[in-house]
């Protein structure tokens, strides 16, 4: 029962870099949303997927890119690392549908710091 | 566009007592609200998904409401434990499959 997985937990960038948070769920959902949460904000959506090969925009897509290659995965990228980028990252998967189908499982989320 | 808000902002109560947490949204026409908790360094977890059509749900101790046309909805958590201590957000979801979020109140329960 492993649900939603991201890696890694945390990690440190300087300005410039690139990386790659992971994304995985094993509960065969359609549904899959990269969020980021500042401190003592809400969640804001950076980007999502309805499905393999489908992928939009979320409120805050700017210096992020996301794939969508396997109903399972959905990376999300960072291409020039920016202070700005210094958040929490959340993955999250639905089964999609009507009623509990809309029902979102997190991850654990990446702690990411851009110094 | 969709705006959702959450009063209070946090809550300290003494453990055993009744409490309400509020959250409002600004358009009417959602498809649901979900209430969800988080611990401290955690991600969310889902509590209770009311659907459109429903005016409440219950979980255990735990009761949703739903007032679409009034744009709110309220969590009654009953009889309040030193774990139910966390951060509760509130998300309100439109016909796009997206969640908007409220910031969430912080509640401590105390012994």
């Known amino acids: 029962n492993a649900g939603v997985t991201q890696t890694p937990k945390f990690r440190i960038l300087k300005i410039g870099q690139s990386m790659t948070l992971q994304c995985t769920q094993d509960?065969?959902?359609?549904?899959m949303y990269w969020y980021r949460q500042d401190p003592g904000m809400g969640l804001k959506l950076i980007y999502y997927s309805v499905g393999a090969g489908i992928t939009d925009k979320g409120e805050v897509p700017n210096g992020y890119n996301v794939s969508r290659s396997t109903t399972e995965d959905f990376p999300l990228r960072l291409e020039l690392a920016a202070p700005s980028q210094t958040s929490v990252y959340f993955c999250?998967?639905?089964?999609?549908?009507?009623?509990?189908?809309?029902?979102?499982?997190f991850g654990a989320g990446t702690r990411l710091s851009v110094l | 566009k969709q705006e959702v808000t959450q009063i209070p902002a946090a809550l300290s109560v003494p453990e055993g007592e009744n409490l309400v947490l509020n959250c409002s949204f600004t358009d009417s026409a959602i498809y649901n609200l979900q209430w969800f908790r988080q611990d401290p360094g955690k991600g969310l977890t889902s509590l209770l998904l009311?659907?459109?059509?429903?005016r409440e749900q219950t979980s255990g101790r735990l009761n949703a409401s739903l007032d679409k046309s009034s744009g709110r909805s309220t969590l009654y958590i009953a009889a309040s434990q030193p774990g139910d201590s966390a951060t509760y957000l509130c998300?309100?979801?439109?016909?796009?499959?997206?969640?908007?979020f409220g910031k969430g109140t912080k509640l401590t329960v105390n012994p």
């Open positions: 509960m065969n959902h359609n549904y």
């Open positions: 009311i659907q459109s059509s429903q």
């Open positions: 998300a309100a979801q439109g016909g796009s499959e997206k969640l908007v």
């Open positions: 999250a998967s639905a089964d999609g549908g009507q009623g509990l189908g809309n029902i979102q499982y």
